[in-house]
Structure formats: C-alpha cells, structure tokens
C-alpha cells in the first residue's frame, strides 16, 4: 500500500465531508446536543443502580450510541460516491482497492472516535466522573476504535444492499436500532439480555460500564468482552469489505 495515496484519499474524504453540513451535524453537533439532551433531562434522576443518578448510568451507553451512527454516515458516502462514478474512477488510476478501503476506515474509525470524545468532555462538563484513571479511559477507547472499525463495515454492508443514499439512510437502521434498544444506554434485563449478547455494542457498553465504575482493570470480563468484539468486528470488517468489492460497486 502507498502511504501518499492513502493520506491523500484520507484528506479528499474530509474535504467532502466539512463541504457537507449534514455530515458535519451528524459528525459533531449530534453526539454534544445529545448528550447535554440526556445529562439536562437525566442528571438528577435516581437509577437502579443505588447511588447513581440516571445520567451517570447511562454515559458509558453514550459512548457506544455514538460508535453506530457512524454507519449511516459511511453507508451514505459510499453510495454518493458509486451515484457519482467515482468509485469507477477509481478504478482507473493507480489507486488500488486496499488503500481505497484502508483510507475510509481510517477516516470514519478516526470520526467516530471524535464523536465520542465529544460525548465524553460534553458529559465531564456536566458533572459525570468516570473510576479507573487515564489507563481505564485508554481501554475505554481502545473498545471505541473497535466498535467504530465493525461500524464501518456494517456502514460497507449497507452501501452494498442500498441503490441510493437516500436507500442506505433507511437501511442503516435495520442494524442501529437493534444496537440502540439493546446494546447501549437502554437497560437490559433477562428477557433482552439474549438478543443483546448477538450485539457488539453490547459488550462494549458492559466493559465501559465496567470500567467506569472502578471494576479492576485486569478483570477477566472486561478482557471476555475485547475479545468478543475484536472478534465479532474483525468479521464484520473483512465481510462488509468483501461484499462492497464484489458487489457494490456497480
């Protein structure tokens, strides 16, 4: 891979995407109105968790809820560039389709993971403390980095069924919603605990949660959870990559 033409796909992308205000709300202004949204309406309800209010319950679902719109955004651009002939283009330059792939997700991994820098200052401004220092906040994002990774290939098998951009925003939530209701700020119980467990937000949620309230660092749950997801992400990516090279380009 030719590291120039990555960077400089990497810069094309975000040039498109600041020339966007849509995408630009979506990116920045949706994780920041809807997490002081939740701290203004939350912050001094009482939780079922004895001591926390309902806010400081669900921060932690916060982070993952702003990891999976992120697949709304790449399966949008992705199909914008198929309606606009730019993948075919492509096509016929240098650029090989590894380094065409390798520059998105770099770009909207790094997106999503601003998104939830967003949603982690908005929520320290209004009062939440997150347990487990600087090393808990690393691993915290480092469950970020990997669920925005199976975000983008979720996003890539989106732009592979969809026929349009205005397709791939409905479609996008056949696999946001599911993640939404139950795997991320919404309280599981024993009934829904089953589905969520299918999910990769779920085991993100549950190691932040973890992780926010102090649970040891070496837990052996927190590093369960890490590798189910790396896993469940890793599938998802090299499917979602394979499926869009074969299929959705046309």
């Known amino acids: 891979m030719n590291v120039q033409r990555i960077s400089a796909l990497v810069k094309m992308e975000l040039k498109k995407i600041i020339r966007e205000p849509a995408y630009l709300f979506m990116m920045l202004l949706f994780p920041l109105v809807l997490t002081l949204s939740f701290g203004l309406g939350f912050a001094t309800m009482p939780s079922a968790v004895p001591g926390k209010t309902q806010f400081e319950f669900m921060v932690p679902g916060l982070f993952g809820y702003a990891c999976i719109f992120i697949i709304m955004s790449v399966a949008q651009a992705f199909s914008d560039d198929r309606e606009q002939g730019l993948l075919k283009r492509i096509n016929v330059t240098p650029t090989t389709s590894g380094e065409f792939m390798g520059s998105n997700l770099i770009t909207y991994t ?108 070496t837990d052996l749950n927190i590093w369960f959870d890490l590798i189910v997801v790396l896993v469940i992400s890793l599938v998802i990516v090299i499917v979602g990559i394979g499926l869009f090279k074969r299929y959705g380009k046309a």
């Open 110 to 217: 790094s997106l999503s993971v601003l998104q939830v820098a967003i949603v982690a200052i908005s929520a320290f401004l209004m009062g939440y403390r997150a347990q487990g220092g600087v090393a808990g906040l690393i691993l915290a994002f480092l469950f970020v980095m990997i669920l925005s990774l199976c975000s983008v290939g979720l996003g890539l098998i989106t732009a592979t069924i969809a026929k349009s951009s205005e397709a791939a925003t409905g479609i996008s939530f056949i696999f946001i919603l599911p993640q939404m209701f139950f795997g991320t700020f919404i309280p599981i119980n024993e009934t829904t605990r089953p589905i969520a467990m299918f999910l990769p937000s779920y085991y993100v949620t549950d190691a932040i949660t973890m992780i926010f309230n102090g649970v040891a660092l």
